[in-house]
């Protein structure tokens, strides 16, 4: 029997305010355990908790990105549970009237068509803290650290419309894209600043009624969401053509072993004991909020690359690539704008500027050694024919090393191209003088071997002869002669 | 409405209090009490009848995202029963 | 030293310190002598902070003298221990927190210090606040000053009682189903509950948050209007609380009842309401109206499920607010043999059964296949009675009640049988449903010689109204009622 997966996704985001979503400690990641704590997020007797207004900003941006309906009255409740992480033993969530419902964003499908996958609803809530289990020798105990705690969340719930690990793992990367672009949330995926969970089940293809699914927690990487997904769709299948059943369980993916594995299930059934947080008044956005957000938005990126592809004449591909952040875009843009031609900008910015930004180490692109106006400086020496395009890079390379403009390292170095046909007869003549048997053999049909000349003439010049006018001299010479 | 003493079991691992045998018995006829009391609210015809979870209709209160300074670390940990490390130490959180 | 400083007023105080008659240490030392005196067999103390106190008095000395005094400055109160103090014990009368010390102030705490206040330390109360009678303090039982074989009332039975026994000018308690007014009505004392919202609820330890509000226990109406203008305001750290002016309540008080409308709700005045009781009240009452108030009997008819309204929301409330009592970040912590069972030996050990017992309602009222049953339905019903008091508030300015249906019961009485006790709050409970303010004040002994509380209820943020009408009755009154006197270990 041929079966089909069934996914819904829950994407939990932390959002990037500089402080928490109920009280006023900094939300920086990586500080002292609990120096970012306070009565409020500690959950100490008599603390209140009064809701962060940049969160709802970010949740209506948010909203207006995924095509979501942002509901007039909305509402904080408690989910009540024990747990040493949870400071005040409850959650402060939404629940039955969530912020934002009913959205959509478009990913493409295995076949690479455009899909739709809904979303249900995207609530805000409280994170938990941090344990941290000491890996001492025999250590029996777990430390708790609250920094985390009462960081604000969002959390994306996806209709079951997901069908592949493929699709699944795009889904994700482009919710991420979203958030980042909008700026309400880092994409960290190892600080944990989004973390997924998987609803799976299966069925038969072709049938409409769901399976019994398996939700897996914690899937903190796209890697292991596929791998996670493709082994769960296996053993239920397995389970499920062996006339076993598919428990409804919570399960943990074990990516050291590439399986997911049941949590022992608890005594008792989960039993949150929501109602609504009689310390937090009920959210009320008006139409006016939303128009000032929409006003504030960024342009998503979608519009921008599609943008790129008929503003600036980029394949698919390149649009793609300049658009996977922001602050690239930008910069392209900017390189674009100033030098005149965007394929070269584009080139450029794909090539050189990404090499130097995936080193480790690299800085932001915004406090890039190389800002904009200088590379499209450096773009113009190339077209100039001041510059080989070889020798611009080097020269490009030297700029981020330094952070100096272009035209004083190119004067420092005399990398200015040779283009004065008298300066360069004399390499010429010697390279041919050198390479006998070559000259020879091009001259008995072997063309190709221009290549191997032009190199030699280079290389003898230091890359700074111009290529055009070291090829017209050789051709002259040894077809001329 | 009588609330058996498995119920009451049932709820006291909800609510994390530890009761003994001897005290099961006794405080499900207090609870059977009070929620036969309370019991009397199905006499109400609430067709209709919007709950009230807040006594007054305000809505929207809000802080700026403005950092606000903590007591420190020293004064939020100085009460914990354990403390490790600038940590709470509790016994071994075994993830289920 | 001045002849009977210690039945001074708040405001007769201010001006005898603004005069340089007495010095606020010099009032401070007199408390904690009388303190040291009658506490012992009253216990409405659980912390008496006299190093601190005397600290305060010497500062506030200071300022007066530079006379910059606020209407507070150099004034000894005493605090229910459920408000949180920076740097004092705060226990809320419970094993759990016997030992904990606040790493902050709560925002009335602040008040009151910024206006420079003396904190003579902090009362006894029941534990949580869950309690009518102050039986169920982990730090013993407070007794009524007026027969110490009687409970004082609760759950602010330790705010009330060191008011009536003089151990402090005035008192700051809380108020979720009549903590205040109830114990305030057994003691002899005035005690108002403000209107949710008026005062702060940040840094006090939270009970139901619906319903729960601080509000002053004074020796009459007037110090409790002067009380009420200190701590009330919007709260940037309350949500709740909300952004409506604060007047000056003292100095705008209205002593003539002329023109007033008292309402007088019929199902306040029902079977087992004390005879005396009703007598004093509805005496009272045809005081006003002798003295020129307009008085009509209202209806309140949902009145009858107020008490079935409330076990079931605020022990809801309470379950979620009492889960942050884990033993892990502070407070009691009572080791098990793995985590899970430290959690519940914990909260066995560092609860009393009352509180045990309301957890455990609350749990169950909010638990699966039975929130819509008794939580929403509870909410609902809410509603009905907030209606009938909007119906009311129509007709009327005022509603005038008995605050309690008995006066001081004895202790033990109704200690095995938490139904009853519960049924004590009877008259007190529907103004917190409806976010009402309330106030009882004094209105007669028994034959027994036992106080009886006269409670007047208004719409809300109608405090003004409501301290004009008990302001009045104080008037008609005519001579206050006599203090107790607490056999003296002295």
């Not at chain 3, 109830?182 to 619906?210: D, E």
């Not at chain 3, 009572?334 to 749990?363: C, H, N, P, S, W």
Request: charged share 25%; with cysteine.
């Amino acid at each position: 029997m041929a079966w089909e997966m069934v996914v819904g996704l829950e994407v939990h985001a932390q959002l990037r305010t500089r402080t928490k979503i109920f009280c006023g400690c900094p939300t920086a990641f990586g500080a002292e355990p609990n120096s970012q704590v306070c009565p409020v997020c500690m959950g100490l007797p008599g603390a209140l908790p009064v809701l962060n207004r940049k969160v709802v900003d970010y949740a209506l941006k948010v909203a207006l990105a995924t095509n979501c309906r942002v509901a007039p009255v909305s509402r904080f409740a408690r989910k009540n549970y024990f747990y040493p992480d949870l400071p005040k033993g409850y959650q402060i969530s939404q629940y039955e009237l969530p912020i934002l419902e009913h959205g959509w964003i478009e990913v493409a499908d295995d076949a690479g068509s455009p899909k739709r996958i809904g979303i249900t609803r995207i609530h805000l809530e409280e994170d938990a803290g941090k344990l941290l289990h000491p890996e001492v020798p025999g250590a029996d105990y777990s430390l708790v650290d609250l920094n985390r705690a009462c960081v604000p969340l969002v959390e994306i719930v996806s209709e079951p419309d997901i069908r592949s690990p493929g699709e699944a793992s795009r889904y994700v990367k482009k919710l991420r894209e979203i958030l980042v672009y909008l700026g309400v949330c880092d994409g960290n995926m190892n600080e944990g600043s989004l973390r997924v969970d998987a609803n799976i089940s299966v069925r038969p293809a072709g049938t409409e009624a769901f399976g019994t699914r398996a939700e897996i927690k914690n899937l903190n990487s796209f890697k292991f969401l596929e791998q996670a997904l493709r082994y769960e769709y296996e053993r239920q299948v397995d389970l499920l053509e062996t006339g076993g059943e598919v428990v409804q369980e919570t399960r943990l993916f074990d990516s050291h072993r590439g399986v997911t594995v049941g949590m022992r299930s608890k005594e008792e059934a989960h039993d949150y004991r929501y109602f609504p947080d009689p310390d937090l008044l009920p959210v009320v956005i008006e139409p006016g909020w939303i128009d000032a957000v929409r006003d504030s938005l960024p342009e998503l990126p979608d519009a921008k690359r599609a943008r790129f592809r008929e503003a600036y004449g980029l394949s698919a591909q390149d649009a793609d690539l300049l658009c996977s952040s922001r602050d690239l875009a930008d910069y392209f843009e900017r390189v674009a704008e100033r030098h005149g031609d965007p394929k070269a900008a584009a080139n450029w910015v794909m090539g050189p500027v990404l090499r130097q930004l995936n080193r480790d180490e690299a800085p932001p692109l915004a406090d890039a050694p190389v800002p904009p106006g200088r590379l499209a400086d450096l773009l113009a020496l190339v077209r100039d024919g001041t510059l080989s395009n070889n020798a611009a890079k080097e020269v490009f390379d030297e700029m981020w090393a330094t952070g100096r403009p272009p035209a004083d390292l190119v004067a420092e170095k005399g990398l200015e191209q040779i283009t004065d046909t008298s300066a360069l007869e004399a390499q010429v003549d010697a390279v041919l003088a050198a390479s006998p048997d070559e000259v020879a053999a091009y001259r008995a049909g072997k063309k190709k071997l221009m290549g191997f000349f032009v190199g030699q003439v280079m290389r003898a010049t230091r890359g700074k002869a111009n290529p055009q006018a070291v090829n017209q001299l050789l051709r002259s010479k040894l077809e001329g002669g | 409405m009588a609330i058996t003493p498995e119920e009451v079991r049932r709820v006291a691992n909800l609510a994390r209090i530890a009761f003994t045998d001897q005290e099961l018995e006794p405080f499900a006829a207090q609870l059977s009490a009070i929620l036969d009391y309370v019991r009397q609210l199905d006499d109400l015809d609430l067709g209709g009848v919007e709950p009230t979870a807040h006594v007054h209709d305000a809505v929207n209160a809000f802080r700026e995202d403005e950092v606000r300074p903590s007591p420190g670390q020293d004064a939020m940990l100085a009460n914990a029963p354990d403390r490790e490390d600038g940590c709470f130490r509790v016994q071994k959180v075994i993830e289920t | 030293m001045i002849p009977d400083l210690l039945d001074r007023t708040a405001r007769q105080l201010r001006e005898l310190l603004d005069r340089g008659e007495v010095t606020s240490e010099e009032l401070v030392r007199a408390y904690l002598d009388r303190i040291a005196a009658v506490d012992p067999g009253v216990n409405a103390f659980i912390t008496v902070a006299g190093d601190l106190a005397l600290e305060m008095a010497r500062t506030a000395d200071a300022r007066i003298r530079r006379g910059e005094a606020a209407p507070l400055t150099g004034i000894p109160l005493g605090l229910k221990d459920l408000l949180v103090t920076r740097g004092l014990r705060t226990t809320c009368g419970s094993r759990m927190l016997a030992e904990f010390v606040p790493p902050y102030d709560g925002t009335v705490v602040a008040r009151l210090r910024d206006a420079g206040a003396v904190l003579l330390g902090k009362l006894n109360m029941d534990e949580f606040a869950m309690g009518s009678s102050n039986e169920t303090s982990a730090f013993g039982p407070v007794r009524n000053p007026w027969d110490p074989d009687r409970v004082p009332g609760g759950s602010s039975g330790g705010s009330a009682a060191a008011v009536a026994a003089r151990e402090v000018v005035a008192a700051l308690g809380s108020d979720t189903g009549g903590s205040i007014r109830q114990p305030a009505a057994l003691c002899g004392v005035v005690g108002l509950k403000p209107t949710y919202g008026r005062v702060s609820r940040y840094g006090l330890v939270a009970f139901a948050s619906s319903l729960d509000q601080i509000g002053p226990l004074t020796r009459d109406v007037a110090d409790a209007a002067l009380l009420l203008t200190a701590i009330s305001g919007k709260d940037p750290l309350d949500a709740t609380s909300l952004d409506r002016p604060v007047p000056d309540y003292a100095a705008r008080l209205r002593a003539d009842p002329r023109g007033l409308r008292v309402g007088v709700p019929r199902e306040y005045f029902v079977d087992g309401l004390d005879p005396e009781v009703e007598a004093a009240v509805r005496g009272a009452i045809g005081l006003l109206e002798d003295n020129g108030a307009e008085v009509v009997e209202v209806s309140l008819p949902h009145t009858e499920y107020a008490v079935a309204t409330y076990y079931l929301i605020a022990p809801a409330e309470a379950s979620s607010n009492l889960a942050r009592y884990d033993g892990v970040k502070y407070g009691l912590r009572v080791a098990g043999r793995d985590l899970a069972d430290t959690y519940r030996k914990t909260r066995a050990q560092g609860f009393g059964a009352e509180v045990k017992r309301r957890i455990m309602l609350g749990t169950y009222a909010l638990s699966a296949g039975y929130y819509d049953a008794y939580y929403l339905r509870a909410q609902r019903v809410r509603t009905l009675i907030a209606r009938d008091f909007r119906a009311a508030f129509e007709r009327v300015d005022v509603l005038a009640c008995p605050a309690t249906p008995t006066p001081a019961f004895r202790l033990g009485e109704k200690a095995g049988d938490p139904l009853q006790m519960y049924l004590n709050d009877i008259f007190t409970i529907p103004a917190n449903l409806a976010g009402l303010p309330a106030v009882s004040v004094p209105c007669g002994l028994t034959s027994g010689g036992l106080p009886i509380g006269l409670q007047f209820m208004a719409a809300p943020f109608g405090e003004q109204t409501l301290l004009d009408a008990a302001h009045a009755y104080e008037r008609v009154r005519g001579e206050p009622v006599a203090y107790p006197d607490p056999a003296s270990t002295a």
